[in-house]
């Protein structure tokens, strides 16, 4: 059964200070997904990584792909009050090379960036 | 270009009773997933539609079932509602390609009392 676990799961941080959430998961996969969802909102598409070190990059957050460690990082860069939310990384389990549209979600990292 | 669509977006049923929802995908969009979100199970996978049919499903009971129409609009039913089914059910639609991504929809807010 495939697992997906992140960790911290929650962070709370200062303002201005780095930190990075883990995503390790359990079985083949090269789809990775990072999602931010607000209180009471849908989940917002924040990167998609779909090979062995990809690494992508916008605004404080960079996210990166290590498929032969299955873990995936996401990287807060001197973080703000407007981060705070809760993180998701998803992995779609590829099935003989081709995606499933099944993603498997992690159970998310609530982040508090305190002033 | 008009993002997911998902009616409606809040709806108090009781226990014993069926439901119906609703969600539109961006056009040009053929595959719609299903979703649930639970304070205690976090986000589970329902099931996924493509051209009307069903190509994957997660792990839930019967009760839970869908549809996909010719326009690629999906419908998900839950039958015999229990107070366990109170949730965010959240539909995403993607392109079928090597390098798609999923799009949400709002969300509806079911509540099973």
């Known amino acids: 059964e495939l697992k997906v676990e992140q960790n911290p799961l929650f962070l709370s941080m200062q303002e201005g200070k780095n930190y990075t959430i883990y995503c390790n998961y359990s079985?083949?996969?090269?789809?990775l997904y990072w999602y931010r969802q607000d209180p009471g909102k849908s989940l917002e598409s924040l990167f998609v990584l779909l090979s062995n070190g990809a690494v992508k990059q916008e605004g404080r957050l960079m996210a990166s792909l290590d498929t032969k460690a299955r873990l995936s990082t996401l990287h807060i860069t001197a973080a703000v009050h407007d981060l705070s939310a809760t993180y998701f990384c998803a992995v779609d389990p590829t099935f003989y090379g081709g995606a499933t549209n099944k993603l498997i979600f992690g159970t998310g990292t609530l982040l508090a960036v305190q002033p | 270009k008009a993002g997911v669509t998902q009616t409606p977006r809040y709806l108090i049923k009781t226990r014993g009773q069926q439901v119906t929802l609703s969600c539109s995908p961006i056009s040009g969009h053929r595959s719609v997933s299903w979703y649930q979100q639970t304070p205690g199970q976090g986000l589970q996978f329902l099931f996924e539609y493509f051209s009307e049919t069903q190509r994957n499903k997660g792990n839930f009971p019967g009760r839970f079932s869908g549809r996909q129409f010719s326009n690629s609009r999906s419908e998900m039913n839950v039958s015999t509602l229990e107070l366990g089914d109170s949730a965010l059910y959240l539909c995403a639609s993607s392109l079928d390609g090597p390098s798609y991504e999923q799009y949400f929809g709002p969300g509806t807010r079911l509540t099973v009392t």
């Open positions: 079985t083949t996969s090269d789809r």
